[in-house]
Every structure is written in structure tokens, then in C-alpha cells.
Nanobody, 125 residues
Framework: QVQVEESGGGLVQAGGSLRLSCAAS????????MAWFRQAPGKEREFVAG????????YYKDSVKGRFAISRNNAENTLTLQMNDLKPEDTAVYYC??????????????????WGQGTQVTVSS
């Protein structure tokens, strides 16, 4: 079982940057594909970025490609999302989670468990 806690959100102007962190505790963090999701008011939770257990493979939502970068440190059980050139449409609560169900699609929230409380990101125009 894995427990996660997100941090690093805040209020930033459009074009600014934020670095989100996800601290994980529990066993077998290294075994999991990890991902960041976000949920804006009135919208469904959506996949933002994901990373394989050994960091060789990363995946991004099209609208964040080239602006966001996901990384992980298995020795420290941490997951990071560097967000640059933020836009008002990036405003949402951001969550990290381990993919606990094998197989595709990795973008589906129902493939994940042990969600944290999330961290709010607000981008002003």
C-alpha cells in the first residue's frame, strides 16, 4: 500500500512556474507507474502526466507537452511535476497517484488508487 501527499501549489500569474511535489510512503513505491491528474471545478479528473517505474517512459496530456515535466526519485519516494509557462486553463486541484491496476489505459483515473488530498494551482490572467 502507498500513501501520498501533494504539495507545492499556489497562485501564479500566467506565464509563471510552479513545482509540485508528491511524497509517498509505504512499500513498493518503486514498483508503480505514477501519474499526476488534475480536476477543475465542474469537470472530471483528467490525466496530466505519467512516468514508468524506472523513469524511462513519460507521457503527457497534449496541452501540457513542452511546458510540464514529470520526474521521480525512487530512493526518496518522491514524484515531481515542474510546470512552466502556466496558463489560466491549468487552474485545478492537482493529484498524484500510483497506478494499481495493470494494463491500459494509463490515462483513466479508475486505474489508480491511494489518492492524496491534492494541491490547488491557480493561474491568473
Amino acid at each position: 500500500q502507498v500513501q501520498v501527499e501533494e504539495s507545492g501549489g499556489g497562485l501564479v500569474q500566467a506565464g509563471g512556474s510552479l513545482r509540485l511535489s508528491c511524497a509517498a510512503s509505504g512499500r513498493f513505491f518503486n514498483d508503480y507507474f505514477m501519474a499526476w491528474f488534475r480536476q477543475a471545478p465542474g469537470k472530471e479528473r483528467e490525466f496530466v502526466a505519467g512516468i514508468g517505474w524506472n523513469s524511462r517512459n513519460t507521457y503527457y496530456k497534449d496541452s501540457v507537452k513542452g511546458r510540464f515535466a514529470i520526474s521521480r526519485n525512487n530512493a526518496e519516494n518522491t514524484l515531481t511535476l515542474q510546470m512552466n509557462d502556466l496558463k489560466p486553463e491549468d487552474t485545478a486541484v492537482y493529484y498524484c497517484a500510483p497506478k494499481t491496476t495493470s494494463g491500459p489505459p494509463f490515462e483513466a483515473p479508475e486505474m489508480y488508487a491511494f489518492w492524496g488530498q491534492g494541491t490547488q494551482v491557480t493561474v491568473s490572467s
